[in-house]
């Protein structure tokens, strides 16, 4: 499983990616998690909004920090 965390390096988006990594962590899979930080590989996926988590090549949600229960729910 392939994880991007997407924003250009916002308190929002250093946070979704630390919840991200423990998200991971609690939840035992096997992920590779990557911060995305350049605007044209985050325009490559349509997000106007940052922070942005994308899990194998879709979008999951923008524009939000979301807590480490739901990016484990989401995983």
């Avoid at 998200?23 to 350049?38: F, L, P, Q, R």
């Avoid at 349509?46 to 999951?60: C, F, H, N, Q, Y």
């Avoid at 949600?61 to 739901?70: C, L």
């Amino acid at each position: 499983m392939k994880i991007e965390v997407l924003g250009t390096g916002c308190a929002k988006c250093k946070t979704l990616y630390e919840h991200t990594v423990t998200a991971v962590a609690n939840s035992g899979k096997d992920a590779e998690v990557v911060k995305v930080e350049d605007i044209p590989s985050i325009m490559k996926y349509g997000v106007m909004s940052t922070p942005a988590l994308v899990i194998d090549g879709k979008v999951a949600f923008s524009g939000k920090v979301a807590s480490i229960i739901e990016i484990m729910a989401l995983l």
